[in-house]
């Protein structure tokens, strides 16, 4: 069983696991979280699997490959849900996700289609899940520690509306400057795009869902949801982090997403935010919809920075900053952000230091 495992290709999402323990394949109903041995069947919208380094390689018909049972929202590719039984299913998300496909973007292929051929098993015949390879779950860190983080929160109207860039570039101009970061992504699904692009981007230290034990956040209530955005925060408090920038899947409508903004207690987790939008109507309300939750914003940017008179009609309506990649290496710009998220007096304190 090992030598099968160790010539399978393993998916992002098996990152934190240790595949040493699973001696066996067992049957029975998946549940989020669950590690399984698939064999691929027909290769279409994904042909290429995201493995534990970043890479992507290319999938062939009768190649094995470990994934984990979630469920997927992408408005931009499919709406899945764990199968219920192991057999015929597809792979959802490059990072190794399984899922049953209910519904699709009529833009993009079919699913490629995989078979759940067994569950993981340990050698007491125990499924292998997530949550037991996840690193933050035991971080202790005193609330008041926590709530002294200065957090920005990073906003968009939608699926793909700029913002990982706005994210990157708020974390590569703030770095720049000597400030410690820590980057995340609170909700999503299991991928490693924006794990990367973080990294590279200069952040001293990235964590997703996944090093809390989710493959998948679709479905999560808020209390869950902020659970695990205190563990990102003691994980970045124990780190020496300055500034936490957390990144929300997909956008305000998103169920999740929803829910967050009319919990308070999540309101009170976050100092401030930033909006990414890919036009001026979707800016206009993104941005209206988190101040109306109680969250400052403190700029615009993302897609919509391609279009200068976009740019303008966003401005006229909000009167906020609309903030291109360039601005985060201005002084002005980094000076707002910091006076907004420390206090302006605190900050300009530490600054003339």
Same mark, same amino acid.
């Given at each position: 069983m090992q030598k099968r495992i160790a010539q399978a290709k393993h998916s992002y999402i098996t990152r934190n696991a240790d595949l040493s323990v699973a001696t066996k394949l067992g049957q029975g109903k998946p549940r989020s979280g669950d590690l399984m041995l698939a064999r691929v069947d027909r290769i279409r919208h994904h042909t290429r699997l995201e493995n534990t380094f970043g890479r992507r390689e290319h999938l062939y018909p009768g190649d094995e490959i470990i994934v984990a049972a979630a469920d997927r929202y992408a408005t931009g590719q499919f709406h899945a849900q764990v199968p219920d039984?192991?057999?015929?299913?597809?792979?959802?998300?490059a990072g190794g996700i399984a899922a049953?496909?209910?519904?699709?973007?009529?833009?993009?292929?079919?699913? *490629?289609?995989?078979?759940?051929?067994?569950?993981?098993?340990?050698?007491?015949?125990? &499924?292998?899940?997530?949550?037991?390879?996840?690193?933050?779950?035991?971080?202790k860190v005193s609330p008041v520690s926590?709530?002294?983080? /200065? *957090?920005?929160?990073?906003?968009?109207?939608?699926?793909?509306?700029?913002?990982?860039?706005?994210?990157?570039?708020?974390?590569?101009?703030?770095?720049?400057?000597?400030?410690?970061?820590?980057?995340?992504?609170?909700?999503?699904t299991g991928a490693g795009p924006d794990y990367w692009r973080m990294l590279d981007a200069g952040a001293d230290r990235v964590v997703d869902f996944l090093d809390a034990g989710y493959p998948s956040?679709?479905?999560?209530? /808020?209390?869950?949801?902020?659970?695990?955005?205190? @563990?990102?925060?003691?994980?970045?408090?124990?780190?020496?982090?300055d500034i936490l920038i957390v990144e929300v899947a997909d956008g305000i409508l998103q169920p999740e997403n929803r829910a967050?903004?009319?919990?308070? @207690?999540?309101?009170?987790?976050?100092?401030?935010?930033?909006v990414a939008a890919d036009g001026a109507?979707?800016? &206009?309300? &993104?941005? @209206? &919809?988190?101040?109306?939750?109680?969250?400052?914003?403190?700029?615009?940017?993302?897609?919509?920075?391609?279009s200068p008179l976009s740019c303008d009609e966003a401005r006229a309506s909000l009167g906020l900053p609309i903030l291109d990649l360039n601005d985060f290496h201005r002084n002005n710009t980094r000076d707002y952000i910091l006076g907004s998220l420390f206090g302006a007096d605190k900050y300009a304190t530490a600054h003339s230091g």
């Open positions: 039984q192991l057999g015929a299913c597809h792979l959802v998300a049953e496909v209910i519904q699709r973007h009529a833009g993009v292929k079919g699913a *490629t289609e995989i078979t759940a051929l067994g569950l993981l098993c340990d050698s007491t015949g125990k &499924t292998l899940n997530l949550s037991q390879f996840a690193p933050l779950n035991t971080l926590l709530q002294k983080l /200065p *957090t920005l929160l990073v906003m968009g109207s939608d699926m793909n509306s700029g913002k990982t860039t706005l994210a990157c570039a708020a974390a590569n101009g703030l770095r720049q400057v000597g400030y410690r970061i820590s980057a995340t992504k609170l909700t999503g956040t679709v479905g999560m209530k /808020p209390a869950q949801l902020i659970s695990i955005l205190q @563990q990102f925060k003691a994980d970045a408090v124990q780190q020496g982090a967050l903004l009319e919990s308070n @207690q999540f309101i009170s987790e976050i100092s401030a935010a930033l109507i979707a800016a &206009t309300m &993104t941005a @209206q &919809t988190v101040l109306h939750a109680g969250i400052s914003v403190l700029g615009v940017g993302g897609l919509i920075s391609r």
